[in-house]
Protein backbone atom coordinates (compact mmCIF):
# COMPACT_ATOMS: atom_id res chain seq x y z
CA UNK A 1 0.00 0.00 0.00
CA UNK A 2 1.31 3.46 -1.02
CA UNK A 3 1.82 5.84 1.77
CA UNK A 4 -0.97 8.28 2.01
CA UNK A 5 0.35 11.93 1.44
CA UNK A 6 -0.22 14.56 4.73
CA UNK A 7 -1.24 17.16 2.00
CA UNK A 8 -3.21 14.66 -0.01
CA UNK A 9 -6.52 16.91 -1.42
CA UNK A 10 -9.32 15.67 -2.59
CA UNK A 11 -11.68 18.16 -3.73
CA UNK A 12 -10.81 21.94 -3.28
CA UNK A 13 -14.45 23.91 -1.77
CA UNK A 14 -15.04 27.25 -3.21
CA UNK A 15 -17.90 29.92 -2.01
CA UNK A 16 -16.51 32.46 -3.98
CA UNK A 17 -17.31 30.47 -7.18
CA UNK A 18 -21.16 30.38 -7.95
CA UNK A 19 -22.74 26.90 -7.37
CA UNK A 20 -25.29 26.95 -10.54
CA UNK A 21 -24.26 29.80 -13.47
CA UNK A 22 -23.88 30.88 -17.31
CA UNK A 23 -20.74 32.10 -18.16
CA UNK A 24 -19.79 33.47 -21.86
CA UNK A 25 -16.84 31.69 -23.47
CA UNK A 26 -16.16 34.71 -25.63
CA UNK A 27 -12.53 33.53 -25.70
CA UNK A 28 -13.82 30.98 -27.96
CA UNK A 29 -14.34 30.99 -31.50
CA UNK A 30 -15.92 28.87 -34.03
CA UNK A 31 -15.22 27.67 -37.62
CA UNK A 32 -17.91 25.77 -40.22
CA UNK A 33 -16.65 22.76 -41.82
CA UNK A 34 -18.84 20.90 -44.46
CA UNK A 35 -18.99 19.24 -47.36
CA UNK A 36 -18.88 15.46 -48.95
CA UNK A 37 -15.68 14.99 -47.89
CA UNK A 38 -15.79 17.05 -44.15
CA UNK A 39 -15.77 13.47 -42.01
CA UNK A 40 -13.11 11.83 -43.96
CA UNK A 41 -10.59 14.75 -43.90
CA UNK A 42 -11.14 15.74 -40.49
CA UNK A 43 -10.27 12.27 -39.32
CA UNK A 44 -7.13 12.40 -40.45
CA UNK A 45 -6.30 15.40 -38.92
CA UNK A 46 -7.46 15.54 -35.34
CA UNK A 47 -7.24 12.78 -32.39
CA UNK A 48 -10.93 11.75 -31.91
CA UNK A 49 -12.98 9.43 -33.82
CA UNK A 50 -14.98 11.47 -36.58
CA UNK A 51 -17.72 8.75 -37.59
CA UNK A 52 -19.93 10.14 -40.30
CA UNK A 53 -22.88 8.87 -38.27
CA UNK A 54 -22.07 10.52 -35.37
CA UNK A 55 -24.26 13.21 -34.51
CA UNK A 56 -23.18 14.22 -30.81
CA UNK A 57 -20.45 16.87 -30.08
CA UNK A 58 -17.10 15.78 -29.15
CA UNK A 59 -13.38 16.52 -27.31
CA UNK A 60 -10.38 16.22 -29.73
CA UNK A 61 -7.44 17.54 -30.43
CA UNK A 62 -5.05 18.79 -33.72
CA UNK A 63 -1.55 17.37 -33.22
CA UNK A 64 1.60 18.05 -35.30
CA UNK A 65 3.80 15.66 -37.40
CA UNK A 66 5.86 15.01 -34.12
CA UNK A 67 3.04 14.27 -31.99
CA UNK A 68 2.50 17.50 -29.75
CA UNK A 69 -0.81 19.75 -29.60
CA UNK A 70 -1.65 22.43 -31.92
CA UNK A 71 -4.94 23.02 -30.57
CA UNK A 72 -7.35 21.62 -28.12
CA UNK A 73 -10.98 22.06 -29.43
CA UNK A 74 -14.60 20.65 -29.42
CA UNK A 75 -16.11 19.13 -32.77
CA UNK A 76 -19.86 20.46 -32.72
CA UNK A 77 -21.96 17.88 -34.97
CA UNK A 78 -25.92 17.93 -34.78
CA UNK A 79 -28.41 16.46 -36.76
CA UNK A 80 -30.14 19.88 -37.40
CA UNK A 81 -26.96 20.71 -38.81
CA UNK A 82 -26.43 17.73 -40.38
CA UNK A 83 -30.00 18.22 -42.20
CA UNK A 84 -29.62 21.51 -43.36
CA UNK A 85 -26.54 21.70 -44.82
CA UNK A 86 -27.17 18.35 -47.05
CA UNK A 87 -24.35 16.65 -45.92
CA UNK A 88 -21.41 15.91 -42.76
CA UNK A 89 -21.01 19.48 -40.92
CA UNK A 90 -19.69 20.81 -38.28
CA UNK A 91 -18.46 23.65 -36.30
CA UNK A 92 -15.22 23.53 -34.97
CA UNK A 93 -14.56 25.49 -31.38
CA UNK A 94 -10.91 26.87 -30.47
CA UNK A 95 -9.37 29.41 -28.46
CA UNK A 96 -10.07 33.06 -30.79
CA UNK A 97 -6.52 34.13 -30.52
CA UNK A 98 -5.91 30.37 -32.91
CA UNK A 99 -8.92 30.52 -35.32
CA UNK A 100 -6.82 32.20 -38.09
CA UNK A 101 -4.23 29.42 -37.70
CA UNK A 102 -6.23 26.82 -37.44
CA UNK A 103 -8.39 28.31 -40.83
CA UNK A 104 -4.58 28.28 -42.50
CA UNK A 105 -4.12 24.39 -40.94
CA UNK A 106 -7.62 23.30 -42.50
CA UNK A 107 -6.71 24.94 -46.05
CA UNK A 108 -2.97 24.15 -46.26
CA UNK A 109 -4.68 20.31 -45.68
CA UNK A 110 -7.63 20.47 -47.99
CA UNK A 111 -5.91 19.30 -51.52
CA UNK A 112 -8.50 18.40 -53.34
CA UNK A 113 -11.27 17.59 -50.67
CA UNK A 114 -14.41 18.89 -51.05
CA UNK A 115 -14.98 20.84 -48.06
CA UNK A 116 -16.07 24.27 -47.34
CA UNK A 117 -13.99 26.19 -44.82
CA UNK A 118 -15.78 29.42 -43.09
CA UNK A 119 -15.36 31.17 -40.28
CA UNK A 120 -18.35 32.49 -38.05
CA UNK A 121 -18.51 35.77 -37.02
CA UNK A 122 -18.70 36.25 -33.07
CA UNK A 123 -22.31 37.79 -33.57
CA UNK A 124 -23.77 35.30 -35.15
CA UNK A 125 -22.84 32.48 -32.99
CA UNK A 126 -21.37 31.67 -29.65
CA UNK A 127 -20.51 29.15 -26.82
CA UNK A 128 -21.71 29.37 -23.26
CA UNK A 129 -20.81 27.03 -20.27
CA UNK A 130 -23.38 26.13 -17.32
CA UNK A 131 -23.25 24.83 -14.37
CA UNK A 132 -25.60 23.67 -11.23
CA UNK A 133 -28.66 23.54 -13.75
CA UNK A 134 -30.16 20.52 -15.46
CA UNK A 135 -29.44 20.13 -19.50
CA UNK A 136 -33.20 20.30 -20.04
CA UNK A 137 -33.84 24.16 -18.74
CA UNK A 138 -31.05 25.05 -21.41
CA UNK A 139 -33.17 24.91 -23.61
CA UNK A 140 -34.61 27.76 -25.89
CA UNK A 141 -35.14 29.27 -29.01
CA UNK A 142 -30.99 30.13 -29.29
CA UNK A 143 -29.76 26.94 -28.39
CA UNK A 144 -28.35 24.99 -31.51
CA UNK A 145 -26.63 22.19 -29.36
CA UNK A 146 -25.52 21.30 -26.27
CA UNK A 147 -22.31 19.20 -24.60
CA UNK A 148 -22.06 17.71 -21.23
CA UNK A 149 -18.55 19.11 -20.51
CA UNK A 150 -16.48 15.22 -20.70
CA UNK A 151 -13.25 16.87 -19.01
CA UNK A 152 -13.61 17.17 -15.27
CA UNK A 153 -12.27 14.78 -13.14
CA UNK A 154 -14.01 15.80 -9.90
CA UNK A 155 -17.18 14.41 -8.11
CA UNK A 156 -20.13 15.23 -10.04
CA UNK A 157 -19.45 16.66 -12.93
CA UNK A 158 -18.43 19.62 -14.59
CA UNK A 159 -21.27 21.43 -16.36
CA UNK A 160 -22.78 22.02 -19.73
CA UNK A 161 -21.04 23.62 -22.96
CA UNK A 162 -24.01 25.49 -25.04
CA UNK A 163 -23.49 26.60 -28.52
CA UNK A 164 -25.95 29.37 -29.45
CA UNK A 165 -27.21 31.61 -31.45
CA UNK A 166 -26.24 35.18 -30.97
CA UNK A 167 -23.49 36.48 -28.47
CA UNK A 168 -26.20 36.76 -25.56
CA UNK A 169 -28.72 34.84 -23.30
CA UNK A 170 -31.99 35.46 -23.49
CA UNK A 171 -33.56 37.33 -20.72
CA UNK A 172 -35.30 34.94 -19.16
CA UNK A 173 -32.16 32.44 -18.25
CA UNK A 174 -32.86 29.73 -15.53
CA UNK A 175 -29.36 30.36 -13.80
CA UNK A 176 -27.28 34.11 -13.21
CA UNK A 177 -25.00 34.85 -16.14
CA UNK A 178 -21.44 35.61 -14.64
CA UNK A 179 -17.93 36.61 -15.63
CA UNK A 180 -15.83 34.35 -17.52
CA UNK A 181 -13.46 34.41 -14.83
CA UNK A 182 -15.89 31.88 -12.48
CA UNK A 183 -15.64 29.61 -15.51
CA UNK A 184 -11.57 29.76 -15.24
CA UNK A 185 -11.62 29.18 -11.64
CA UNK A 186 -13.42 26.19 -11.95
CA UNK A 187 -11.49 24.95 -14.48
CA UNK A 188 -8.71 25.55 -12.46
CA UNK A 189 -10.06 23.70 -9.18
CA UNK A 190 -10.86 20.59 -11.11
CA UNK A 191 -7.11 20.63 -13.10
CA UNK A 192 -8.43 21.48 -16.64
CA UNK A 193 -5.95 23.08 -18.95
CA UNK A 194 -7.93 24.79 -22.12
CA UNK A 195 -6.11 27.18 -25.00
CA UNK A 196 -2.74 27.44 -26.12
CA UNK A 197 -1.05 29.39 -22.83
CA UNK A 198 -2.31 26.27 -20.54
CA UNK A 199 -1.41 23.81 -23.36
CA UNK A 200 1.20 25.38 -25.20
CA UNK A 201 1.48 25.23 -29.02
CA UNK A 202 3.36 22.81 -30.45
CA UNK A 203 5.02 21.81 -27.36
CA UNK A 204 2.40 20.19 -25.15
CA UNK A 205 2.15 16.62 -25.51
CA UNK A 206 -1.70 15.36 -25.36
CA UNK A 207 -1.58 13.28 -22.57
CA UNK A 208 0.66 15.53 -20.58
CA UNK A 209 -2.52 17.64 -20.79
CA UNK A 210 -4.74 15.00 -20.03
CA UNK A 211 -6.44 15.30 -23.35
CA UNK A 212 -6.74 11.08 -23.25
CA UNK A 213 -8.63 11.26 -19.64
CA UNK A 214 -10.93 14.40 -20.90
CA UNK A 215 -12.15 11.54 -23.92
CA UNK A 216 -10.50 13.66 -26.16
CA UNK A 217 -8.28 10.74 -27.90
CA UNK A 218 -9.69 7.73 -29.57
CA UNK A 219 -6.87 4.99 -29.72
CA UNK A 220 -8.83 2.50 -31.80
CA UNK A 221 -9.02 5.07 -34.51
CA UNK A 222 -6.93 4.99 -38.04
CA UNK A 223 -4.29 7.01 -38.80
CA UNK A 224 -4.00 10.86 -38.24
CA UNK A 225 -1.55 13.43 -38.06
CA UNK A 226 0.53 12.78 -35.00
CA UNK A 227 -0.75 9.63 -34.35
CA UNK A 228 2.64 7.18 -33.73
CA UNK A 229 3.89 9.13 -30.67
CA UNK A 230 0.62 9.46 -29.32
CA UNK A 231 -0.14 5.50 -29.77
CA UNK A 232 3.63 4.65 -28.73
CA UNK A 233 2.85 6.17 -25.77
CA UNK A 234 -0.18 4.86 -25.11
CA UNK A 235 1.40 1.29 -25.47
CA UNK A 236 4.44 2.07 -22.84
CA UNK A 237 2.17 2.66 -20.31
CA UNK A 238 4.00 5.60 -18.53
CA UNK A 239 2.83 9.13 -18.50
CA UNK A 240 4.87 10.52 -16.05
CA UNK A 241 3.76 14.53 -16.07
CA UNK A 242 0.41 15.43 -16.01
CA UNK A 243 -1.56 18.61 -15.96
CA UNK A 244 -2.49 18.87 -12.18
CA UNK A 245 -4.30 21.17 -10.09
CA UNK A 246 -2.26 22.93 -7.56
CA UNK A 247 -2.78 25.78 -4.27
CA UNK A 248 -0.33 28.31 -3.23
CA UNK A 249 0.68 29.06 0.10
CA UNK A 250 2.66 30.25 2.56
CA UNK A 251 5.60 29.22 4.16
CA UNK A 252 3.52 30.11 7.63
CA UNK A 253 1.35 28.07 6.51
CA UNK A 254 0.80 24.03 6.68
CA UNK A 255 -0.06 22.84 3.27
CA UNK A 256 -3.30 21.64 4.99
CA UNK A 257 -4.19 25.33 5.65
CA UNK A 258 -4.36 26.22 1.46
CA UNK A 259 -7.44 24.59 1.45
CA UNK A 260 -9.94 26.47 -0.59
CA UNK A 261 -9.96 29.39 -3.78
CA UNK A 262 -8.71 32.37 -2.38
CA UNK A 263 -9.32 35.11 -4.85
CA UNK A 264 -8.00 38.03 -2.40
CA UNK A 265 -4.41 35.87 -2.94
CA UNK A 266 -1.74 39.13 -3.62
CA UNK A 267 -1.71 39.06 -7.83
CA UNK A 268 2.35 40.18 -6.85
CA UNK A 269 3.23 37.19 -5.64
CA UNK A 270 1.59 34.69 -7.99
CA UNK A 271 4.65 33.05 -10.38
CA UNK A 272 5.63 33.80 -13.53
CA UNK A 273 4.20 31.36 -16.38
CA UNK A 274 6.89 28.25 -16.87
CA UNK A 275 8.18 28.84 -13.57
CA UNK A 276 10.18 25.55 -12.08
CA UNK A 277 8.74 23.87 -9.19
CA UNK A 278 11.16 22.10 -7.13
CA UNK A 279 11.03 20.58 -3.88
CA UNK A 280 12.09 22.63 -0.40
CA UNK A 281 14.33 21.16 2.29
CA UNK A 282 14.25 21.23 6.08
CA UNK A 283 14.63 25.07 5.79
CA UNK A 284 12.39 25.80 3.40
CA UNK A 285 14.90 26.87 0.77
CA UNK A 286 15.03 25.63 -2.76
CA UNK A 287 16.48 22.38 -3.53
CA UNK A 288 19.13 21.64 -6.54
CA UNK A 289 18.50 19.27 -9.02
CA UNK A 290 15.92 18.51 -11.62
CA UNK A 291 12.35 21.00 -11.24
CA UNK A 292 9.12 18.77 -9.91
CA UNK A 293 7.07 20.39 -12.34
CA UNK A 294 6.50 24.00 -14.28
CA UNK A 295 3.95 26.67 -13.31
CA UNK A 296 1.09 27.56 -15.81
CA UNK A 297 -1.09 29.53 -14.30
CA UNK A 298 -3.54 30.93 -11.24
CA UNK A 299 -6.45 32.69 -10.24
CA UNK A 300 -6.21 33.45 -6.51
CA UNK A 301 -3.76 30.91 -5.04
CA UNK A 302 -5.27 28.12 -7.26
CA UNK A 303 -3.90 26.95 -10.62
CA UNK A 304 -2.70 24.31 -13.25
CA UNK A 305 1.26 22.86 -13.18
CA UNK A 306 2.64 20.21 -15.08
CA UNK A 307 3.85 17.86 -12.23
CA UNK A 308 6.35 14.96 -12.23
CA UNK A 309 3.62 12.67 -10.80
CA UNK A 310 6.29 10.11 -9.18
CA UNK A 311 8.06 13.35 -7.32
CA UNK A 312 4.76 16.10 -6.52
CA UNK A 313 2.42 13.13 -5.55
CA UNK A 314 2.38 9.72 -4.27
CA UNK A 315 1.36 8.11 -7.70
CA UNK A 316 3.27 5.72 -9.00
CA UNK A 317 3.31 5.09 -12.54
CA UNK A 318 6.21 3.54 -13.37
CA UNK A 319 8.09 0.30 -11.96
CA UNK A 320 10.67 1.97 -10.77
CA UNK A 321 8.77 4.55 -8.83
CA UNK A 322 10.15 8.21 -7.93
CA UNK A 323 11.45 10.44 -5.21
CA UNK A 324 8.43 11.42 -3.74
CA UNK A 325 8.50 10.87 0.27
CA UNK A 326 5.78 11.48 2.79
CA UNK A 327 5.77 15.59 3.83
CA UNK A 328 7.75 16.68 0.97
CA UNK A 329 7.32 20.06 0.02
CA UNK A 330 7.68 22.09 -3.07
CA UNK A 331 8.09 25.64 -3.85
CA UNK A 332 8.68 28.63 -6.76
CA UNK A 333 11.71 30.47 -6.07
CA UNK A 334 10.59 34.52 -7.63
CA UNK A 335 13.22 37.14 -8.93
CA UNK A 336 13.36 38.55 -5.31
CA UNK A 337 14.76 35.63 -3.51
CA UNK A 338 10.97 34.70 -2.14
CA UNK A 339 9.68 31.45 -1.84
CA UNK A 340 6.09 31.01 -2.76
CA UNK A 341 4.91 27.13 -1.44
CA UNK A 342 3.18 25.03 -3.99
CA UNK A 343 1.28 21.57 -3.37
CA UNK A 344 -0.46 19.82 -6.33
CA UNK A 345 -4.06 18.36 -5.88
CA UNK A 346 -4.66 14.70 -7.44
CA UNK A 347 -8.43 14.40 -6.74
CA UNK A 348 -10.15 10.86 -6.34
CA UNK A 349 -12.03 11.67 -9.55
CA UNK A 350 -8.57 11.96 -11.32
CA UNK A 351 -7.20 8.50 -10.15
CA UNK A 352 -9.88 7.02 -11.26
CA UNK A 353 -10.30 8.41 -14.79
CA UNK A 354 -6.71 7.54 -15.12
CA UNK A 355 -7.10 3.88 -14.04
CA UNK A 356 -9.89 3.48 -16.20
CA UNK A 357 -8.41 4.82 -19.00
CA UNK A 358 -5.09 2.80 -18.59
CA UNK A 359 -7.29 -0.53 -17.32
CA UNK A 360 -9.02 -0.36 -20.83
CA UNK A 361 -6.13 0.12 -23.38
CA UNK A 362 -4.39 -3.09 -21.92
CA UNK A 363 -7.71 -5.49 -22.17
CA UNK A 364 -7.60 -4.15 -26.01
CA UNK A 365 -6.13 -6.77 -28.39
Given at each position: ????RRSY?TE?PSS??AS?AF?P?LH???I???????S?F??G????N??????IP???AFL?AR?????D?F??????????E????C?IE??G?E????V?H??R???R???T?T?I???D??????W?????????????A??P??RG???G?F?????IK??S?P?D?P?P?????????R??L??I?????E??????L?M???IDL????????GC???Q??T?R?K?T??????????Q?????????????????W??D?????????KQ???????K??????????????V????CRLE??????????G???TP?????????D?????V??V??????????D??DK?R???
Amino acid sequence: TLPSRRSYATEIPSSEVASSAFAPLLHRRLISLSGPDASKFLQGLVTNNVDPERQIPFYAAFLDARGRVLWDVFIWVCPELVAKEGSWTCYIEVDGGEAEALVRHLRRHKLRSKVTITPIEETDMSVWAAWGVQPDRLHSEQLIALLPDPRGFSSGDFGTRCLIKGNSMPPDAPVPIVDTRQYHARRYLAGIPEGPLEIPRESALPMESNIDLSQGIDFRKGCYLGQELTIRTKHTGVVRKRILPIQLYNSNQSPDAASALDTNWPSDRIPEDGADIKQLDENGCIKKGRAAGKFISAIGNVGLALCRLEMMTSMRVSAEGGSWTPGAEFGIQRGDGEVVRVKAVVTQGFRERERDVWDKARTRV
